[in-house]
């Protein structure tokens, strides 16, 4: 069993920063594919950002890629999401998720074993 809990979200003007964090505890994480999505109330749940074992892997949405970086720290058991020229579009609640197994596609959201309950992030202008 993995447990997410992800942290870093609030309210900033467009063109602002954020960092989220996902903390995981249980089993160990090392393995694992993770990633963040991002949800808005009615919407399907989006693909945002993956990294693989080590972190050499990465992947992204095309409209964040140059804006967003996802990395992770294995010893800490915390994959981050540094968020900078943020904009209103990236209003929503942003998800961690784990991939504790094989998986076809890093974008799919059925692929994924294990999710926080989110942390919300609001642009405003």
């Known amino acids: 069993q993995v447990q997410l809990v992800e942290s870093g979200g609030g309210s900033v003007q467009a063109g602002g920063s954020l960092r989220l964090s996902c903390a995981a505890s249980?089993?160990?994480?090392?393995?694992?594919?993770m990633a963040w999505f991002r949800q808005c109330p009615g919407k399907e749940r989006e693909f945002v950002a993956a990294?693989?074992?080590?972190?050499?892997?990465?992947n992204y949405l095309d409209s964040v890629k140059g804006r967003f970086t996802i990395s992770r720290d294995n010893a800490k058991g915390t994959v981050y999401l540094q968020m900078n020229n943020l904009k209103n579009e990236d209003t929503a609640v942003y998800l961690c998720?784990?991939?504790?197994?094989?998986?076809?596609?890093?974008?799919?959201?059925?692929?994924?074993?294990?999710w926080g309950q989110g942390t919300r992030v609001t642009v405003s202008s």
């Open positions: 998720a784990a991939m504790m197994g094989i998986l076809s596609d890093v974008r799919r959201a059925g692929d994924y074993d294990y």
């Open positions: 249980g089993r160990s994480i090392s393995t694992s594919f």
């Open positions: 990294i693989g074992w080590t972190g050499l892997y990465t």
